[in-house]
């Protein structure tokens, strides 16, 4: 008899009872479900992750004030500095390479009638060059802007796209105001590409000043955010800790949070890591449980169906027939409850990620890890009943009622 | 015309030798002779019919003239294989190859249509799909069954069931029918007809071995032999061979 004969008798003996067989597959259905989704979910949230780092550079460092509650609620920061210690930043800590302090402020942008909310932010020129943010249209702020603290400013895409809509801004006068800071006119000189969403915000709703316009302007000094960058992405980990020691012995400890993008990546690494070894646990409980269930259901398919067997081996099966019938039966059974668990994990793993914002990603080998495994536990728990099956003495299963 | 007739010297050759069969049952701590030493010779187209009352081994006897069961001693040829001494997938082949079953509960599997039953024992003899199913066609056309090859058993009247388990019987075209009261659940004029198709098959020179204890079933072989207590005790109406 072949493959295939054999498969169609095993099949036809799966569908005799579509509710058992659906139940005694439910722990293999769970089980996978519950893997694939989880894996599904992790392997996303890393990759949204690595993409958000990558984009500004593993070798990337933020330092910002450590905020702490104040009165009323308010967010305050610890310190205070200013922007020129950007450069002792990168004088005193050898393995940092290159330092831009930023200024930021929340305002709104007026262009004719239409208003848009943006972050306003007060940059050196090398602002652009650390992250390798590229310029799509016009320039970015130059050296001579910084010297002589002239009234210009450099969109990011989506303020582009939302204020001049399929319109050139190059040259167009625009009004930002912020706070108490009185209106001001500044020329727009240079559109950015889309960076899109990032760890360190959202570039793409940014406006560019130089550093000394926006001190100008508003009089502000105090630094939102340092941004360094390391020697490499390697000493990434190391520069971090170098520049915390750094700010503990210039300003007090815990004054800055210097977070490296490294060490971010690390972390999700990590946890990612964690998650997939307690994962390998519960699929192997759920496996086994789902196994047990499939070979319970054998063991009650064999009995009910002796008669059958006996037939069978009256017309000439020979006992490794009656095993392969009932052994791919148990594979069958089990590789339904992977199917159905891979589909369910597959549509958990797409909603969660739907409303989490990243993408569903499924990772080929977790595909073959369910399949794999789900025929694994058919082939092992399928294999003692389908031998009782086999055994069976033809005469006694003859009268078998 | 019965087949030997046709060859001029009427020597049919022999399908059945037991030689001094016995069979033993250990039950409970005893030892139960169900079979003792049993001759028995059955020659190409006969029609035997062996009766007996119940306890009287015939059912034994039946299990090991169709390889079902393995006798404890003696030597047993079926159709020119010593079969005493085969082991369970041997015999298997053996049974698939020269033995056609017909049950008293019909034993059609309920699920498969009546055209996979009969293919059935082609599909365990590897015969290629295409011929199986054109075989099984031309079987179950022959009793008149052509129109129902999609059903299954439990849409037929008993007596159509047992013609499907006679098409069965014969797809590997066997050696020996084996019939265990193949009339045992029909009424008076179903049993009737199976019977009619069973002689019908024997004049065709089919050899048939019939169980029952029915005398009024066992009129119809042309050969009678009487089994009380594991042991032949009459042979009647055989071939003077």
Known sequence: MSIRETAKAALRGLGLYPLRTFLSVLGIVIGVASVIGLVAIGAGVQKSVTNQISQLGSDVLLVSPAMQRGLFGRSVAQTTVDTSMAKDLVEHNPLIRQAVATLQTQGTMTVDNSTLDVTVVGVTPDYADIFSYPVETGRFLRASDQDLGVDVVVLGAEVASTLFPGENPLGRKVQLSAGNYPTRSFIVVGVMSSLGRTFAGNFDGQVYLPASTFFRWTGQRRVSTFILRARSSDVAVDAADQVDFYLTRRVGANKFRVESQQAILQTIGSVVGTLTLSLGAIAGIALVVGGIGVMNVMLVSVKERTREIGIRKALGAKNRNILSQFLLEAIFLSLTGGLLGLFGGWGVAALVSRWGHWPTVLPIQAIFLAIGFSSAVGLFFGIYPAMQAARLDPIASLSYE | ?241
């Open chain 2, 1 to 241: 015309m019965p087949e030997g007739a046709s060859e001029g010297v009427a020597t049919p050759k022999e399908v059945i030798r037991l030689e001094k069969i016995s069979r033993q049952y250990v039950v409970g701590g005893n030892v139960v002779q169900a079979l003792e030493e049993v001759d028995l010779v059955i020659k190409e187209g006969e029609f035997l019919a062996i009766m007996g009352p119940s306890g009287s081994g015939k059912s034994t006897l039946m299990h090991i003239l169709g390889c079902l069961d393995r006798p404890t001693s003696g030597r047993y040829v079926l159709d020119g294989v010593d079969v005493g001494r085969l082991n369970d997938n041997q015999l298997a082949v053996i049974r698939n190859q020269k033995v056609g079953f017909v049950f008293q509960q019909f034993n059609l599997l309920p699920r498969e249509t009546i055209l996979a039953n009969v293919e059935l024992p082609m599909m365990y003899a590897g015969v290629p799909r295409r011929e199986r199913s054109e075989r099984a066609r031309q079987l179950l056309k022959e009793i008149g069954l052509e129109n129902r090859l999609a059903h299954r058993p439990t849409e037929l009247s008993g007596g159509q069931r047992q013609r499907v388990a006679i098409a069965r019987a014969l797809a590997n075209a066997p050696a020996l029918i084996l019939a265990d009261e193949p009339t045992g659940n029909l009424d008076t004029n179903t049993g009737a007809e199976i019977l009619r198709i069973l002689e019908d098959l024997n004049r065709r020179g089919r050899t048939i071995v019939l169980v029952t204890h029915d005398p009024n079933v066992a009129s119809h072989a042309g050969r009678v032999i009487r089994l009380v207590d594991g042991r032949i005790v009459a042979d009647e109406g055989g071939v003077a061979a």
